[in-house]
Nanobody
Framework: QLQLVESGGRLVQAGDSLRLSCAAS????????LSWFRQAPGEEREFVAA????????IYADSVKGRGTISRDNAKNTVSLQMKTLKPEDTAVYYC??????????????????WGQGTQVTVSS
């Protein structure tokens, strides 16, 4: 069993930067995958970024490519998402997700077995 707890969400101004963190309690296997998704009011949950635990390869949604950086800390069992040049359209609840094996598709909600409770990011214009 794995538990994920996100933190770092807050109200920011457009153009600001923000770092979200996700702490995983429980065993992370070497071929695990961790991702960030987000969900705006009235919208479906969408993929943001993913990282492979074993080789730290990453993948990003086009909407955050160049502005977002996902990383992981093995020792602390955490995964972070650094976002810069935030836009009002980045406003959403951000969720951390995990799967204890490499998924065929990193960008699908159904690829992940574990989810955090979410952290709210609000970007004002």
């Amino acid at each position: 069993q794995l538990q994920l707890v996100e933190s770092g969400g807050r109200l920011v101004q457009a153009g600001d930067s923000l770092r979200l963190s996700c702490a995983a309690s429980g065993r992370m296997f070497s071929n695990s995958a961790l991702s960030w998704f987000r969900q705006a009011p009235g919208e479906e949950r969408e993929f943001v970024a993913a990282i492979s635990w074993i080789d730290t390869s990453t993948i990003y949604a086009d909407s955050v490519k160049g502005r977002g950086t996902i990383s992981r800390d093995n020792a602390k069992n955490t995964v972070s998402l650094q976002m810069k040049t935030l836009k009002p359209e980045d406003t959403a609840v951000y969720y951390c997700a995990a799967r204890l094996s490499l998924p065929a598709r990193y960008d699908l909600v159904q690829s992940y077995d574990y989810w955090g409770q979410g952290t709210q990011v609000t970007v004002s214009s």
